[in-house]
């Protein structure tokens, strides 16, 4: 690609026009005042090596993962953001060669130490919001920060086999979001409608929380009146009755049911992902100290904001 081609510009948050490759994010491009920076505040350093102007991958790349917003806040807060352009000459290019990088390529991130050194192996096509989520909690973690509850949450990938189904009838589904919602491993839930049941459709991480975890936690709490796994689920011996659902038949209910605790609240006026909504829903009535740690320093910001 010619570096003659226009350039497509993205505003970010600081009202600041740059190539819609690299988004939102403030990043820096002085590679040793990154360094120096990240001594200076105990962070990681975040590089995200770059072609700009980019193919039709790079801009949506930029666009889609580098301007969500609570990627762009994680990055801004809990690292020190640099950019390398991979088909430059001068300081990017001499950047290139010390790393690596192949010129002309696609996005790769990378996670650093003050010393300018790797903190978790270098890993190619990494292009999601779960992906990137992901890799900045395990390089968080790698250089002993904790990791966000709202950036834990991004990282759901809900395609992974990780994250498994069940449909659980109870006498309110209200209830049953709000419950299933607080337990950790349940990553999102939705209130629906099968044979003629309410049903709380649990999404889980079956790592975090296998199902016989989940379903006897469900019935100590009286939500778990009956178990519907998805078809071709092996039968196993449970002290819940166990019956298999098709998609077909399952029917969502009305978003006036969805999240019926979060509904009315502050809480309700702040854009939230599923994992937060879930979250918010199952805390916001009974702690809302612990509703609130769901969501990042700009979120609560906002929240504030809206409330005067």
């Known amino acids: 690609m010619s570096e003659a081609e226009p350039v497509d510009l993205v505003r970010t948050t600081g ?15 002085d590679y040793d005042q990154a360094i120096a920076r990240a001594g200076k505040e ?17 801009k949506s790349f930029g666009a889609e993962v ?54 978790i192996p270098r890993k190619d096509r990494i292009w999601s919001v779960a ?17 966000p ?8 990938d809900f395609e992974s086999p990780r994250i498994k189904q069940v449909l659980l009838a109870q006498h309110c589904f209200w209830t049953g979001e709000r419950i299933l919602g607080a337990m950790e491993g349940v990553v999102k839930t939705q209130a629906g409608f099968y044979e003629g049941r309410e049903v709380t459709r649990v999404w889980y991480d079956s790592a975090q929380l296998p199902l016989t975890a989940l ?25 819940v009755p166990l019956g298999l659902y098709e998609k077909s038949a399952y029917r969502k209910a009305p ?29 916001v009535r009974s702690d809302y100290e612990r509703a609130l740690t769901h969501l990042s320093p700009r979120q609560r910001k906002e929240l504030k904001a809206s409330m005067h």
């Open 149 to 156: 509850a709202y950036l834990s949450g991004l990282a759901t």
């Open 255 to 283: 978003a006036s049911d969805q999240k019926r605790q979060l509904q009315g609240t502050p809480l309700a006026k702040i854009s939230s992902n599923r994992h937060q909504s879930t979250k918010l829903n199952a805390f």
């Open 15 to 29: 009202d600041s026009l740059q190539p819609i490759e690299i988004g939102t994010v403030q990043w820096m491009k």
């Open 42 to 58: 105990n962070k990681p350093v975040l590089v995200l090596f770059q072609e700009v102007p980019g193919c039709s991958g790079c």
């Open 131 to 147: 992906g990137v989520a992901t890799r900045m909690s395990l390089a968080l973690k790698k250089t002993g920060h904790d990791v």
């Open 215 to 239: 379903l006897r936690e469900s019935t100590k709490q009286q939500i778990a009146d009956k178990a519907f796994l998805p078809e071709g689920s092996k039968k196993f011996q449970s002290n």
């Open 66 to 119: 580098l301007s969500h917003s609570l990627i762009v806040e994680a990055i801004e807060s809990e690292f020190v953001p640099l950019v390398v352009y991979n088909n430059k000459g001068g300081r990017d290019a001499e950047l290139l060669n010390k790393f690596g990088e192949p010129a002309w390529n696609y996005q790769v991130l990378r996670f650093l130490d003050t010393e300018g050194t790797d903190v």
